[in-house]
């Protein structure tokens, strides 16, 4: 089974799913409790906002080192 994420809530001690999760009948979890803040929107890495001491903007060099490119181990199971 591959990682799935579904939004819920915590209320007198259970948590409360937002949807059914498909072709599921037992599983581990684990709960992340998010602040009740909304959380910050998505924001676009851009040239320019990765400023080093003695560089006037991120070049692309910054943007290559924050790809991800996975080792086979590193994917799970599906």
């Given at each position: 089974m591959k990682l799935m994420t579904i939004a819920g809530t915590y209320r007198n001690g259970a948590v409360h799913l937002g949807e059914t999760p498909p072709d599921v009948e037992e599983a581990r979890v684990l709960v992340t409790f998010l602040p009740r803040e909304p959380l910050p929107?998505?924001?676009?890495?851009?040239?320019?906002?990765?400023?080093?001491?003695?560089?006037?903007?991120?070049t692309e060099e910054d943007f290559k080192l924050a790809e991800w490119h996975p080792k086979p181990e590193d994917l799970l199971d599906e």
């Open positions: 929107e998505p924001k676009m890495m851009t040239f320019g906002m990765l400023r080093v001491e003695g560089r006037p903007e991120s």
